[in-house]
């Protein structure tokens, strides 16, 4: 119980937020919330109970500091997927684009010229396909593993907050394919998102696999 003012301010600063972030979420000041944390003053009961809810986490963790592990492993877990998610979709969309805009090929009988062309572009599609099938790989066992992770932790995520995760999955293929999606002069917006499309839907999958789990863990505690 004598170092709750060490598991606030580590809670706060593996979150990545401000004192002020956090006063302005509890209805308090920067100052208390300092003084939590520097050990001046303790916080009662109701305040360390909006401390978990701001934080994401279960009482027994800001009393007795539980759980760090396990809730820092499920952050670097959920970054590495959006991070293998958002790059993969990236250099499959550039290799596309680069293949479409510099490498066409018209139909009929090809020129010497031509052929080396083809050749090129060949080569452009057979790394985009290995660049599409490591993307899948990895994606589906760094999601899965994100999974397991999470369905560990002592306190469920909460729902908003998973949704909200997979909103920025969308937002990061998005932001990865569109634009290279719209310059474009051959292919439309359909050839560059079959990849991404499928993967969200795997995430998808998995965060109501994982919502199922947890319901029913939650009812086995009653």
Not at 22 to 49: I, N, Y
Not at 98 to 120: A, D, H, K, Y
């Amino acid at each position: 119980m004598t170092a709750i003012h060490s598991h606030l301010k580590q809670l706060r600063q593996d979150r990545g937020m401000t004192q002020e972030t956090v006063a302005q979420r509890m209805g308090l000041t920067r100052q208390a919330v300092s003084s939590h944390e520097s050990g001046r003053t303790r916080p009662d009961l109701d305040t360390l109970m909006r401390y978990a809810e701001v934080y994401d986490v279960d009482l027994h963790d800001i009393l007795y500091g539980g759980g760090r592990p396990q809730s820092r492993r499920v952050r670097l877990l959920a970054w590495a997927v959006w991070l293998d998610l958002t790059l993969c979709s990236l250099a499959q969309s550039v290799l596309l684009w680069v293949s479409n805009c510099f490498f066409p090929v018209p139909e009929g009988v090809l020129s010497g010229e031509m052929q080396e062309r083809l050749i090129t572009r060949m080569a452009l599609g057979d790394l985009h396909r290995a660049v599409e099938e490591v993307s899948l790989l990895s994606f589906g066992l760094l999601s899965l593993g994100l999974m397991a992770a999470a369905l560990r932790m002592e306190r469920p995520v909460g729902v908003r907050r998973r949704w909200k995760y997979w909103g920025l999955l969308t937002a990061g293929a998005a932001a990865a394919v569109l634009p290279w999606a719209v310059a474009d002069p051959v292919f439309g917006i359909a050839n560059y998102t079959v990849t991404p499309s499928a993967q969200l839907a795997w995430a998808a999958v998995l965060l109501l696999v994982s919502l199922a789990a947890d319901a029913v863990r939650l009812r086995r505690q009653k």
